[in-house]
């Protein structure tokens, strides 16, 4: 006869066992999981060229950059097949960006030195995310294997999408790529610690070459490796599938290969309404105070303006209506986080219907003269979701058409973001005044202003000790720019009319009058012109030759 306590043995070995079984059982299905992700899990290799935001004529140095992709179905990423006969590759926009050719290698494990040419069709620098397609009869393939690469990409499965939201509350998942240009791709085993800044913040470690890996949950891609946080031990970044697909899905449209995608946004910007205000205008409402507004801008265009109060924010989609309150510092609940966000997060943008979307908010209807008090009224507007991008934006060279024009020993550039980050801790000099910042920050990028990016010593204009680096030109005899266009439409009038009016005068934000006269310019050019020899002539206003000109039609 059998003890309670020899029962209780019993009891426990064979739970320690069904126990042991389970963690078996699921061991060998992630091994089994990451086996499978590892085969469509590539390396890529591109080249980086550096882009001088000071003289942009200036070639850059070239160095080698290595990151990860995975194939994707077009009709999770597109919805339908753009590409015929064609396979698409995703990866991080930071990966395959500073390609000049837009062309890419891709390599896989077991293949030796073989590798697939890839172009790079679309790239979003604002999402981190770039489209890579690959011509399995391209001639340019180099693959020294029993098959050939058209048989070898047959071979190669798509990973599937995560349809599930994943909110950040511990969900284990792996990320699979190429750290540190390894030989084999590389798992990693972590968890969402949270959403965070619309991507998810992850509890592993994800080195360089990770960049544009595969995260994935049960076998299914759910994010993009993206980078980690320098200043702390394993916290790592991945943009999420889900916010990728339905940007591609809703906004990509038929712009051609070779674009740069440009995400939508809502265009506001905000400050806190306090208590008080509410109080003081008898309201019982809570929101936000619009402090700006982008031209153009999907709020801008619905009617929205500066001193309003914003509300909400409500959309229909698939027969399902969605009300998102506004609170008094522009913060929303969202289903897919804990935390709230700002309304500048692109998971909201992206899960606003297009055409059906509204915008509550509260705007003055009349001022009593007495009282010096604004009477508010409740307004419900339509507002279609639009893209629109800051006139002081931040440039993607090779991707962008960035213009510039050498005039006298100076070089004009349209302003961007660039010319400021460009000088903090990087080993440039800083601007020439403070005042230049301060003026982003006033306009809030949406002003467009011409920037003298580089002034050549020893000219001309650098002897008159008015203009240096990232001066900003007002306007040109008497006449306002804000573009590189109109100021280069303004310097040639002024350098056909040399022989009538040669002096020229620039006003900008440090100084109303600078004088300069163009004949000394025009001596002065040919020194510019040896000293840079891959200088592209047509973007010169060649003063030299407008003065021989002149004389040979006398």
Same mark, same amino acid.
């Given at each position: 006869?059998?003890?309670?306590?020899?029962?209780?043995?019993?009891?426990?070995?064979?739970?320690?066992?069904?126990?042991?079984?389970?963690?078996?059982?699921?061991?060998?299905?992630?091994?089994?999981?990451?086996?499978?992700?590892?085969?469509?899990?590539?390396?890529?290799?591109?080249?980086?060229?550096?882009?001088?935001?000071?003289?942009?004529?200036?070639?850059?140095?070239?160095?080698?950059?290595?990151?990860?992709?995975?194939?994707?179905?077009?009709?999770?990423?597109?919805?339908?097949?753009?590409?015929?006969?064609?396979?698409?590759?995703?990866?991080?926009?930071?990966?395959?960006?500073?390609?000049?050719?837009?062309?890419?290698?891709?390599?896989?494990?077991?293949?030796?030195?073989?590798?697939?040419?890839?172009?790079?069709?679309?790239?979003?620098?604002?999402?981190?995310?770039?489209?890579?397609?690959?011509?399995?009869?391209?001639?340019?393939?180099?693959?020294?294997?029993?098959?050939?690469?058209?048989?070898?990409?047959?071979?190669?499965?798509?990973?599937?999408?995560?349809?599930?939201?994943?909110?950040?509350?511990?969900?284990?998942?792996?990320?699979?790529?190429?750290?540190?240009?390894?030989?084999?791709?590389?798992?990693?085993?972590?968890?969402?610690?949270?959403?965070?800044?619309?991507?998810?913040?992850?509890?592993?470690?994800?080195?360089?070459?990770?960049?544009?890996?595969?995260?994935?949950?049960?076998?299914?891609?759910?994010?993009?490796?993206?980078?980690?946080?320098?200043?702390?031990?394993?916290?790592?970044?991945?943009?999420?599938?889900?916010?990728?697909?339905?940007?591609?899905?809703?906004?990509?449209?038929?712009?051609?290969?070779?674009?740069?995608?440009?995400?939508?946004?809502?265009?506001?910007?905000?400050?806190?309404?306090?208590?008080?205000?509410?109080?003081?205008?008898?309201?019982?409402?809570?929101?936000?105070?619009?402090?700006?507004?982008?031209?153009?801008?999907?709020?801008?265009?619905?009617?929205?303006?500066?001193? +309003?109060?914003?509300?909400?924010?409500?959309?229909?989609?698939?027969?399902?209506?969605?009300?998102?309150?506004?609170?008094?510092?522009?913060?929303?609940?969202?289903?897919?986080?804990?935390?709230?966000?700002?309304?500048?997060?692109?998971?909201?943008?992206?899960?606003?219907?297009?055409?059906?979307?509204?915008?509550?908010?509260?705007?003055?209807?009349?001022?009593?003269?007495?009282?010096?008090?604004?009477?508010?009224?409740?307004?419900?507007?339509?507002?279609?979701?639009?893209?629109?991008?800051?006139?002081?934006?931040?440039?993607?060279?090779?991707?962008?058409?960035?213009?510039?024009?050498?005039?006298?020993?100076?070089?004009?550039?349209?302003?961007?973001?660039?010319?400021?980050?460009?000088?903090?801790?990087?080993?440039?000099?800083?601007?020439?005044?403070?005042?230049?910042?301060?003026?982003?920050?006033?306009?809030?990028?949406?002003?467009?202003?011409?920037?003298?990016?580089?002034?050549?010593?020893?000219?001309?204009?650098?002897?008159?000790?008015?203009?240096?680096?990232?001066?900003?030109?007002?306007?040109?005899?008497?006449?306002?720019?804000?573009?590189?266009?109109?100021?280069?439409?303004?310097?040639?009038?002024?350098?056909?009319?040399?022989?009538?009016?040669?002096?020229?005068?620039?006003?900008?934000?440090?100084?109303? +009058?600078?004088?300069?006269?163009?004949?000394?310019?025009?001596?002065?050019?040919?020194?510019?012109?040896?000293?840079?020899?891959?200088?592209?002539?047509?973007?010169?206003?060649?003063?030299?030759?407008?003065?021989?000109?002149?004389?040979?039609?006398?």
């Amino acid at each position: 006869m059998e003890t309670q306590s020899n029962v209780d043995i019993k009891t426990i070995h064979y739970r320690y066992l069904v126990c042991i079984e389970m963690a078996t059982s699921r061991l060998e299905e992630r091994v089994s999981c990451v086996e499978k992700v590892k085969r469509s899990v590539i390396k890529i290799n591109a080249v980086e060229r550096a882009y001088n935001w000071h003289e942009p004529y200036k070639l850059g140095e070239d160095t080698g950059v290595c990151g990860s992709g995975f194939f994707v179905s077009q009709m999770d990423l597109f919805g339908h097949v753009r590409f015929k006969n064609k396979r698409v590759v995703l990866t991080n926009s930071h990966v395959v960006e500073g390609s000049p050719t837009k062309q890419v290698r891709l390599m896989f494990p077991g293949t030796g030195k073989s590798y697939l040419d890839a172009q790079v069709a679309y790239l979003c620098e604002s999402v981190d995310f770039a489209i890579l397609i690959i011509d399995p009869n391209a001639q340019t393939h180099w693959f020294e294997t029993e098959c050939t690469a058209k048989e070898f990409l047959k071979s190669r499965d798509d990973l599937e999408f995560e349809e599930q939201s994943m909110r950040g509350n511990g969900e284990e998942c792996i990320a699979i790529g190429y750290p540190h240009d390894s030989e084999d791709s590389v798992a990693t085993v972590g968890c969402i610690a949270c959403r965070s800044d619309n991507m998810f913040q992850l509890a592993m470690s994800i080195n360089d070459g990770n960049s544009g890996g595969a995260i994935c949950f049960n076998g299914k891609v759910i994010g993009i490796a993206t980078s980690t946080l320098a200043e702390a031990e394993g916290i790592s970044y991945g943009v999420p599938i889900k916010q990728v697909a339905s940007f591609v899905k809703n906004w990509l449209g038929d712009l051609p290969i070779g674009s740069l995608l440009i995400p939508p946004c809502f265009g506001v910007g905000i400050r806190p309404a306090t208590k008080a205000f509410f109080e003081s205008i008898n309201s019982t409402a809570s929101g936000a105070l619009v402090q700006s507004i982008q031209p153009t801008s999907s709020f801008e265009r619905a009617g929205l303006k500066e001193g +309003d109060v914003l509300t909400g924010i409500s959309t229909t989609l698939k027969g399902s209506h969605y009300h998102f309150p506004v609170d008094s510092h522009g913060l929303v609940n969202v289903p897919w986080s804990l935390a709230k966000v700002d309304l500048w997060n692109l998971d909201l943008v992206l899960f606003c219907d297009k055409k059906n979307t509204k915008i509550h908010f509260l705007t003055k209807s009349k001022t009593k003269k007495r009282k010096r008090t604004h009477t508010y009224k409740a307004v419900v507007k339509k507002c279609p979701i639009v893209i629109t991008r800051k006139n002081v934006p931040t440039l993607v060279p090779y991707w962008d058409n960035i213009e510039h024009t050498l005039f006298g020993g100076m070089v004009l550039m349209n302003l961007c973001k660039n010319h400021a980050t460009r000088y903090r801790g990087d080993g440039g000099s800083g601007p020439s005044d403070p005042r230049f910042l301060f003026k982003l920050l006033e306009t809030n990028g949406d002003e467009q202003m011409v920037a003298v990016s580089h002034v050549y010593p020893q000219s001309v204009i650098s002897d008159t000790e008015t203009v240096g680096d990232l001066t900003i030109l007002t306007s040109i005899n008497g006449v306002d720019i804000s573009t590189l266009a109109e100021a280069n439409t303004l310097l040639r009038k002024a350098v056909k009319g040399i022989a009538k009016q040669p002096f020229i005068h620039f006003a900008s934000d440090e100084h109303d +009058d600078i004088v300069l006269d163009l004949r000394e310019l025009a001596h002065q050019e040919h020194m510019f012109l040896t000293s840079i020899p891959h200088h592209p002539k047509n973007t010169l206003l060649n003063l030299e030759d407008s003065k021989k000109r002149k004389k040979r039609r006398r």
